[in-house]
Every structure is written in C-alpha cells, then in structure tokens.
C-alpha cells in the first residue's frame, strides 16, 4: 500500500507509488465494471477462516513481506495501491489487487476492521482499524506478530446491509468459499492454504501443499502424491476456472 503523497512528490519520483484518485483517468480505467458485493468475492480478495451468522468474523493472515509503519496509514482508502505507479502499468498487470478497492470495500460494509502488519525489518507490529467507515490513527500493538506478514479481521459484515445478510446461508456460502480456495490453490501450488470454520471445529485444506489439501478433500484432480499423479480431470478444472471467475 502506499503512503500519502501530493501529485508533486510523484511527478519528482515518478516511481514512486501514488494514490490512484489523484488522477480522474486513471481512477475511471482502474474502476471496475461492477461491484461485487458478495462474501465470496470478499473472501477471495482477502483469504482464511469462514462466518458465523451471528457473530460475523473473517480473518486472513499471511506470512508476506508486510506493510510499513507508514504505508499502513493508507490501507483501506480508496484507489490506494502500492502495485500500480502509472497509466502504463495498467496495460502489463502482474498483481492481484491493483485497484485498492478491495480493503476499502470490507470497510464500507463492516462495522470493524483491522489490519495489522509487521515487516521484516521491524519487530514491532502496527495495526489500523476501522470502525463503521470511520479510520482510526495507526498504533503499536502490545503483541507482536512472531513473524512478518499482515493479519486482516472483518467482524460483522454487511450489517448495513440486513435484507442481503438475512438472505445469506451459512451452508452455501461456505461451501462458496471452498470452491475458491480450491480455484486458488490451483493457480498456486507452492502455497499452503489453510481454511478452518470456527463454529463447527473444521479444518478443511489444512495441510503443507496443494496434495494434501486435495487429498483432505477426496478431490479427483489430486489424490496421490506429486510423483504418482493422474491425469488432471480436466472437467473438473474448467468447473474451479468458472468458480474462479
């Protein structure tokens, strides 16, 4: 994420991460076609453990490179984004998350968000919360994380929204979020996924890589280890594509 700076400060270092809504064409370019707010687009812009219907609670937290004391003021203001420096770089996209919509979006339909985030040139652990839309100044955490990354937690979400909450099924939706991270992971088998719902005590996808993962699951496409695998059912991934998309 990047920190705030003046049009100036960018045009001295045109490398230089800018926030997007500086720039009324850019902005325009980067927006997307539709917003999609459903809690499995939600997930997958951010990533780990379910929902409960009534206490509403989503956390992702990764094992990255962390965000800086500095950039972490700006996390979660809209069209904000470390990943795209200039209109070029809209053309050659190699990030997810280039927008800076994604964070912006869980803190207009949430009443609390928190994003803490330590670097690996720090021991200490910064946090910015949100609360009902409203940014709070950044603080030092008393705990710090035992490792860089940075922790996302979402708590009641869409309480603005109670005729789409109320419609919602646990089920469903969780099974939703399933298909995802398996759509995920295949798109990225180095990395180890876990994605554990607190309400039932289940630990589906916990594992070291991609094979047990699908191995937990009884899936089709992976249920060997990597030097004795099938042939990939094809059906299958068109279907976790479509999911995907």
Known sequence: ??????????????????PLVEDPSLERDNRPRRAKAKTKHMFQQTMKNKMDMDAFKIQVIDNGKGISAEDIQCVGKRYFTSKCNSLEDLEDLRFYGFRGEAVASMVTLATLVEISSRTKESMKTHVKMYKEGVGLDVFEAETSRPSSGTTITVCNYFYNMPVR?????????????????????????????????????DDSGRGNSLYSIYSKWNNPVFVKPPNELPRPNLLKLRRLYKAWK
Request: with cysteine.
């Open 1 to 18: 994420m990047c920190s705030a700076r003046n049009s100036k400060d960018t045009a001295q270092n045109p490398q230089a991460p800018w």
């Open 165 to 201: 909450r109320k419609r919602m099924d646990s089920v469903l939706e969780n099974e939703r979020i399933r298909q995802r991270v398996e759509a995920i992971s295949l798109m990225h088998p180095s990395v180890s996924f876990t994605l554990k719902n607190d309400c039932d005590d």
